[in-house]
């Protein structure tokens, strides 16, 4: 659950961030491309784009649809690890609490060194690395920031003849193409989250399963919800980000199965 939440945070943290702060008005260029996360995040990005527009017929939205997938396919061996560290951070959970309460009316010094002892040696009996569970959430958090600054900023995004896919204008914000694709994604996110609490779940005692049933409600609200409100207010552009996200989600969900989920 420390994942999810650490996911919820970062989330707000983004809607926060797009809608308080103004996207520059200049395209993302070597030129315009200014400070450490513009040369470093979004100029990177925004060219692997251009050049995917190039090797894909002029097609910016195909291009974006196809950046998005890449960069989730590469980041998921990290995925895997991560869905990994959660399914045995649930399996040793009635054991860390075992020592918890061991050392709970246990201030001093010697007691609570002796507690993380025994911490790191269930750490070590488990090959469990507590860090690991909260790479992706973090990883992603630049990366959505990444994707959204490229899109909005991309040189392509204005150009009337290049940022049309299928007839819709890829800048076009707050229009009916974009509450459609919003609902499309919202509806996307609903299923994914179901599928992932579901393989949540599956891998918790009956006591997990209180404590954190409720958390599993808001997430599956929450998320959609966010969704939603963030793919009417920004370019349809970064929609598709969204709408290929949520697929390769689903996917990775399907693929990466918690072990002793039940099917």
């Known amino acids: 659950m420390k994942k999810k939440l650490s996911l919820v945070l970062c989330f707000v943290l983004a809607i926060g961030l797009?809608?308080?702060?103004?996207?520059?008005?200049?395209?993302?260029?070597?030129?315009?491309?200014?400070?450490l996360w513009d040369k470093v995040f979004v100029l990177p990005l925004a060219s692997f784009i251009t050049l995917l527009y190039k090797l894909l017929a002029n097609n910016l939205g195909f291009a974006i649809i196809s950046a998005t997938a890449i960069v989730r396919l590469v980041l998921m061996p990290l995925y895997s690890k991560s869905n990994k560290s959660m399914a045995v951070m649930q399996e040793i959970q009635p054991e860390m609490q075992?020592?918890?309460?061991?050392y709970e009316n246990k201030k001093d010094q010697a007691s609570?060194?002796?507690?993380?002892?025994?911490?790191?040696?269930?750490?070590?009996?488990?090959?469990?690395?507590?860090?690991?569970g909260c790479v992706l959430p973090f990883l992603q958090m630049p990366i959505f920031l990444a994707f959204y600054q490229?899109?909005?900023?991309?040189?392509?995004?204005?150009?009337?003849?290049?940022?049309e896919f299928f007839g819709i204008n890829l800048g076009a914000t707050g229009t009916i193409p974009n509450y459609v694709l919003a609902?499309?994604?919202?509806?996307?996110?609903?299923?994914?989250?179901?599928?992932?609490?579901?393989?949540?779940?599956?891998?918790?005692?009956?006591?997990?399963?209180?404590?954190?049933n409720m958390m599993m409600k808001v997430m599956t609200y929450y998320f959609p919800f966010a969704m939603f409100s963030i793919?009417?207010?920004?370019?349809?552009?970064?929609?598709?980000?969204?709408?290929?996200?949520?697929?390769?989600?689903?996917?990775?969900?399907?693929?990466f199965k918690?072990?002793?989920a039940k099917k």
């Open 18 to 35: 797009l809608s308080g702060c103004a996207i520059s008005p200049e395209p993302i260029t070597a030129e315009t491309a200014s400070g």
């Open 98 to 102: 075992r020592i918890q309460k061991k």
């Open 112 to 132: 609570q060194v002796k507690m993380q002892q025994e911490m790191m040696e269930l750490y070590k009996k488990y090959n469990y690395n507590p860090m690991m």
């Open 150 to 163: 490229a899109i909005s900023r991309h040189p392509l995004i204005k150009d009337a003849g290049a940022a």
């Open 183 to 212: 609902f499309i994604v919202a509806g996307l996110t609903i299923y994914s989250q179901r599928l992932m609490n579901k393989n949540m779940a599956a891998n918790m005692n009956s006591q997990q399963n209180q404590t954190s």
């Open 231 to 255: 793919t009417i207010g920004t370019p349809f552009a970064f929609g598709l980000y969204f709408l290929t996200g949520q697929i390769m989600t689903i996917v990775q969900s399907l693929i």
């Open 258 to 260: 918690r072990p002793g």
